[in-house]
């Protein structure tokens, strides 16, 4: 099972890094289209006016699928804040707790949110909405990656939260080391 898990964290955390990188190219090449229609207006004095259509809001969908997909990874990882100042003077028990009683917060948030994230991309689908941008792009699409994105959150922080109840705290790495290939 824990090899499953891995395997889904890295999953995501993969497809997070692969919008980032479209991210980069979407700007990349409205950049280059920039610099060729200066260059065109300056030798022969009319832009030729290239332009990436709606590549801002392109780039916003990555940047929000990228930042949802990636949120279980670094959970895993141990890279999210955590606010620890009252906790690492905890000991035992009580540190157990409270840490329980983080994720299980934690747990019902994300949960509730994941319920209606599913809730929009579901109504988006309905009526049929679309992007105002130059292209149309119906928005349960962009929607969905987010709502899959805290789905595996929720998993991560169930397996978190199973993980601390075993006795074993946030951040070890005995169970952490994710697949490489």
């Not at 009252?86 to 747990?107: D, F, K, N, P, S």
């Not at 991309?121 to 792009?137: K, L, N, T």
Request: hydrophobic share 55%; proline share 4%.
């Amino acid at each position: 099972m824990r090899r499953l898990l891995n395997r889904l964290y890295l999953a995501s955390g993969a497809l997070a890094a692969l919008f980032i990188v479209a991210i980069c190219a979407v700007v990349l090449l409205q950049v280059c289209a920039n610099l060729l229609d200066t260059v065109a207006n300056f030798l022969t004095g009319e832009p030729v006016g290239i332009v990436i259509p709606s590549y801002a809001e392109f780039a916003g969908f990555f940047l929000a699928a990228a930042s949802f997909l990636a949120l279980a990874y670094t959970l895993r990882h141990g890279d999210h804040i955590r606010v620890s100042l009252l906790i690492t003077h905890l000991r035992g028990g009580a540190r157990q707790l409270t840490e329980l009683g983080c994720l299980a917060v934690a747990l019902a948030v994300s949960a509730y949110f994941t319920w209606f994230m599913f809730d929009l991309v579901r109504e988006s689908f309905v009526y049929e909405d679309v992007s105002p941008g130059m292209v149309p792009v119906r928005l349960w699409i962009p929607q969905l990656s987010l709502a899959l994105g805290l789905v595996v959150l929720v998993v991560a922080l169930l397996d978190e939260f199973v993980c601390v109840a075993m006795g074993k705290q946030p951040g070890d790495e005995g169970d952490r080391d994710m697949p490489v290939g």
